[in-house]
């Protein structure tokens, strides 16, 4: 079903800014992506339950590490209605602390979305990963 560009505009924000959450470390922005009650399927990196524990996984992970890159892009936004949905690709470049090695993953998110009186937020996803590739130190 079409989607009304707005709509699509503000997920499209919304996935836009849980990448900078992460990549600048900024973990009360992270958190306002998702919905206090949200389900967050990672496959074999992890599942969460809630805002708070992705957003302190994301933290106790991201901190210890130079610079990450999440890249959000090809986002398809559509609604059957009554349900808001998205899927998106992410390929991530995470470098170690102090630049020693690293690793670069790819996938996609399938996220669904709620309206909140904060705007929109992720209330489930799954990550599906399709390649991750360790880099060596230099």
């Known amino acids: 079903m079409t989607i009304d560009?707005?709509?699509r505009q503000d997920v499209a924000?919304?996935?836009?800014r849980y990448a900078a959450g992460i990549d600048q470390r900024d973990w009360e922005l992270l958190r306002s992506c998702f919905t206090d009650d949200c389900?967050?399927?990672?496959g074999h990196v992890g599942r969460w339950n809630g805002a708070d524990e992705i957003t302190a996984w994301m933290r106790a992970?991201?901190?210890p590490?130079?610079?990450t890159l999440h890249r959000i892009t090809n986002q398809a936004v559509a609604s059957d209605g009554g349900t808001v949905t998205a899927r998106s690709y992410v390929d991530v470049l995470v470098v170690g602390p102090n630049g020693a090695g690293g690793a670069q993953a790819a996938g996609?998110?399938?996220d669904?979305?709620?309206r909140t009186a904060d705007g929109w937020k992720i209330a489930r996803r799954r990550y599906t990963m399709v390649r991750m590739q360790a880099i060596e130190p230099g």
């Open 5 to 7: 560009r707005d709509i």
């Open 13 to 16: 924000d919304l996935l836009v």
């Open 39 to 42: 389900v967050a399927d990672y």
């Open 61 to 63: 992970t991201h901190d």
């Open 65 to 67: 590490l130079g610079p």
């Open 108 to 110: 996609y998110y399938d």
């Open 112 to 114: 669904v979305v709620v």
